[in-house]
């Protein structure tokens, strides 16, 4: 039965995408970033199939992402960086979760928590290196890293690692905060830190930037099939799309030329045409500014999306093709199977494709398939 709407998630594709990425990266440590549940793919199914693809730790933003990874029972390493200036250190260093370290403020109040529960808390510095968003100042590192140092030496803190992010804006902006980070690497050592973990890489510079890689890369829009690049698409890198958006045709209604279509008209029938209506909406997820170039897959065809995309629903010109109400649509995909892709989509709205794929809303229903344990297929069939 085709479903209303649904978003299929291949678990398969994940593990492929993971075993790829490192083969072709090759450091000693892989963090799979399954923040924002898991880029909209479900956070829980997708670190699980990473960690059983030989990634070794686990990236969300906050603490509150973190804990539910160990409430569904997940206790590999696991690291949160954005913390709400009120944040619960004392549950995370409970659970056990590496806390991520942007000021001096934070380093003490972890360290207080580790106090009170008489805990060594597990914390990796984040270092600013031009990004400039939350990390620790350069003028700052010689005091953080000695404090941290102190604690650790009272048994209170283990920096386990230093960590930073890229622009990706230019070689030579990427050139400059590896330079910096190493600075930090160097100012680390002097204050007398022995660090098992360095990362600075995410999927990007991963792949086409050996300098950035260290110890550990995290690996975020790669492993859900996603292209970071706008030169090269996902095929182009050998990875294979998780996420198949899809619902069905609601309603089929004939117009006639110069009809206006949806809301404002943005839209009007150049000839006698058929609309198909598909329940999927803003809410949903379907960007509202996607008005030139969108497209779906219907019966082995691609067909323009038209009019506004309103909050429930949207419409497709498919002129005189013979389509029905039930028949499936797929909004995006794997294109090598026909599909639009993600990359498509956020062209068409202005986007990037980990906005488009991140964005799917909670109405959505999400399926897991597997196609090396058997449910399902890796096409979106039902299991």
């Known amino acids: 039965m085709t479903a209303f709407r649904e978003a299929v998630i291949d678990l398969a594709a994940v593990r492929a995408n993971v075993a790829h990425l490192r083969e072709l990266v090759g450091t000693r440590h892989t963090m799979a970033v399954v923040k924002a549940n898991g880029y909209g793919h479900g956070a829980a199914p997708v670190a699980r ?22 409430a569904a029972g997940i206790d590999a390493p696991l690291l949160a960086w954005l913390h709400d200036p009120d944040a619960d250190f004392a549950a995370a260093i409970a659970a ?51 404090l941290a140092a102190a604690f650790e030496r009272v048994g209170r803190l283990r920096v386990r690692g230093v960590f930073s992010h890229l622009a990706n804006t230019s070689p030579a902006d990427d050139q400059a ?51 970071p690049f706008s030169d090269a698409d996902s095929a182009a890198l050998g990875l294979t799309p998780v996420m198949t958006l899809r619902g069905c045709v609601a309603a089929v209604r004939q117009i006639a030329a110069g009809d206006g279509v949806s809301y404002d008209f ?25 008005l030139d170039g969108a497209r779906v897959l219907i019966n082995g065809v691609q067909f323009p999306v038209v009019g506004r995309v309103a909050m429930d629903q ?47 809303g909670a109405r959505v229903p999400r399926r897991y398939i597997d196609a090396d344990a058997g449910t399902g297929d890796a096409a979106g069939g039902q299991p």
């Open 96 to 146: 056990n979760i590496d806390l991520g370290v942007s000021s001096v403020q934070q380093l003490r109040q972890i360290t207080a928590a580790a106090t009170r529960l008489d805990r060594i808390a597990h914390v990796q510095v984040k270092l600013e290196t031009g990004l400039n968003r939350n990390g620790v100042d350069e003028a700052d590192w010689a005091e953080v890293f000695g």
């Open 266 to 290: 943005l839209w009007r029938a150049a000839t006698d045409t058929t609309l198909a209506l598909v329940p999927l909406g803003y809410a949903d997820g379907v960007p509202r500014q996607a």
């Open 49 to 70: 199939a990473a960690l059983e693809a030989g990634a070794d730790w686990l990236g969300v933003a906050d603490i509150d992402e973190a804990l539910t990874l160990r």
């Open 314 to 360: 949207f419409l497709v010109d498919v002129g005189t093709a013979a389509v029905a109400v039930g028949d499936d649509v797929v909004l995006f995909g794997d294109p090598a199977a026909g599909a639009p892709s993600a990359a498509e989509w956020g062209a068409a709205a202005g986007t990037i494709n980990y906005d488009i794929v991140t964005r799917v």
């Open 177 to 227: 905060a590896i330079t910096s980070f190493d600075r930090g690497l160097a100012a680390a050592a002097t204050a007398g830190l022995t660090v098992d973990l360095a990362h600075l890489a995410s999927t990007a510079a991963a792949l086409r930037l050996p300098a950035a890689r260290y110890t550990m890369v995290r690996l975020g829009i790669g492993i859900y099939g996603q292209s």
